[in-house]
């Protein structure tokens, strides 16, 4: 018989040899235990590059070969770390190879073994006719739920789906439920446009238990050559940007674990990745440039947790000149990333780049009155594109330069970042400009005073709450700083601020910082802020009292102390004559603000009462999990008003020569109180699809304050408990 060599016929029988050898377990041990995985590899190296004498057999013979390799894998976690010493002296032996495609492979099978790529979900989907468009789209979609694995994972497959079955993605349960209709009959679109889905980044389990076997690659002096394929790959990124993704890929699954981001980091990993990330930036190779970012975030935040570490010399570790010049062009690389002068929108990616960018970047000195007196040059003469683009670039440098402050960590390397911010005056300067600023503040009337609006207008004070914040949290000299420039009542007046630039907000969260509201020993000033919070409270309460005092005696009334130790009010004299004689026309019961009328005149219009509600943080919650649980509670002055009459009084404040936002006018007629929702109070004759509706309105306001887990029952509960233990 004659056999042609050539087509493989002899090199299948001996994988099918070797395969059976193998299923007897003595031959398996022994086989193991002389590291013949490595020869394994190289065989399957050497099967997939036959490409002239690729046949039938040969490729039965790759199969058999891939599959003979994963049987032991599977075997035992120390098959798993032979073979990752395999591949670690692939790359080594195959290193220099001038296409790649071998080093390639073997990088795609260590990534395969260190985090298994997971099945595509399989989502159903409901297909639902708009009731309204029942005699334009005839048919309908009868074989409900369908699958995303039959009709495609893109909503251009679902309308195509529809298309063709009518002629013309998701959770187990329930099913996706789609309606779909014709554009333009029922007008135009008001649902949301979805453009992106946010990713997934919770690990399903504790990243140096899942990623463990990758400290094999540490152990193996895998890291060394990972890094020496990074410095080889980044001269050329065209031609290498393939393989240097895969290479990005395996680093990154590497760094899941922490001793090997510590081995990474005594390597000099930081220093050769900035570059590289340089390297990526200038040809805008912007897949490698993530994987960098994402790697060299995990390096940072480990090198600001782990003190004791011995980092050796990176491009950020200015040692001498040229060393000094190059952490120069990295840091201005870096800037141009975060400066994005246009102003676009960002996408959810670009947000994370930028977010990760500034965490590793440390924040340069500002002149905070340059920066407002451009952005006003900018509001007074829109049109002057130079003026336009220096003060974009002037805002997202220092709304960066806020982030990074509000992202340093509380440990010992964020303390000397802190320190060095505080030597170079950069937060004297600061606490000095919000104190000027506002230097009418403590005077009698200031807040109507037009120094106060028009610092309430300046653009750098939200920055400069939020960057106060970020510094201050965990660090005494900062704090110190901030009590000696004398800005503490200043900051208490600032947060009975409302309005859209968020200034209440930020100076109520600095001033909770500073007095360690959270318990984490972030805050040395909580004595001096609860005095100031205090004797503002008990200024307004004898104010209230007063006023009060003065409504009952100019309706002759007065109050007294009852018998039962309580208080009652009592008729001093009457103020008009025959007032009995008047037909009572009042309202008996609940009655609106500003028409005065309640259910008795308008029987079927909903009531609401103005609340201020606030999602609140309980600590660790009930199942252990150490971000707490948050629940909403609310607080109101009971100023009732119907629903149409606040529309109405919105559509008026929104159309004044100076528009108000919704809840800005809402607080004037609240009696200057905040408020930020519309509780309804139904009544007996007011239908109940008209009460639902508002009740889910109220539900989607407490909801846009940030979620909140749990039935409306248990959030309802929660707010009426914490309001029990607050009175006691």
Known sequence: MHIDI?????????????GKFLEVPNIRSRFMRDNLLSEILEALIVIRGLVVQKTKLISDCNRLLKDLLDSLLLESSENKRQFIRACICGLQNHGEERKGRTCLFILEQLCNLICPSKPEPVYLLVLNKAHTQEEFIRGSMTKNPYSSSEIGPLMRDVKNKICHQLDLLARDSPPMTVTYRLQGLDGEATEPM?????????????????????????EYDGLEIILSMIQRLRDDFKSNQEQLVAVLNLLMHCCKIRENRRALLRLGALGLLLETARHAFSVD??????????????LTLEANESDNINITQSALTVTSEETGEQAKKIVLMFLERLSHPLGHKKSNKQQRNTEMVARILPPPLQDWREYDRLQKEHE?????????????KQRFTLENFVRVSESLKTSSCGERLKDIILERGITGVAVGHLRDSFSVAG???????????????????????????????????????????????LLHALEGVSGENEIGARAENLLDTLSNKEGKGDGFLEEKVQMLRHATRDEMRRRALRKR???????????ELASDGGERIIVARPLLEGLEDVEEEEEDGLACMVCREGYSLRPTDLLGVYSYSKRVNLGAGTSGSARGECVYTTVSYFNIIHFQCHQEAKRADAALKNPKKEWEGATLRNNESLCNSLFPVRGPSVPLAQYIRYVDQYWDNLNALGR?????????????????????
């Open 194 to 218: 979805i453009k992106e889905l946010e990713e997934d980044r919770e690990e399903s389990q504790d990243p140096e238990v899942e990623f463990a076997i990758a400290g094999a690659v540490r």
């Open 380 to 392: 007074d003469n829109p049109k002057d594109e130079n003026i336009a683009q220096q003060a974009a």
């Open 708 to 728: 909140a887990d749990g039935s409306r029952l248990r959030l309802l509960t929660y707010d009426i408990v914490l309001k029990i233990a607050l009175t006691k």
């Open 443 to 489: 005077q009698a009337g200031f807040k109507s005073t037009t120094e106060w609006a028009i610092g309430l207008k300046l653009p750098s004070v939200p920055l400069i709450l939020s960057m106060l914040r970020g510094l201050s949290t965990g660090h005494l000299a900062t704090q110190k700083c901030i009590d000696q420039g004398g800005i503490l009542p």
């Open 6 to 18: 050539s087509q493989g016929f002899i090199l299948h029988k001996l994988i099918e040899l070797l």
């Open 285 to 298: 190779a912007m897949e490698p440039a993530e994987g960098i970012l994402l790697i060299v975030e995990s």
């Open 549 to 559: 005092k003065e409504l009952l005696l100019g309706l002759g009334m007065r109050q």
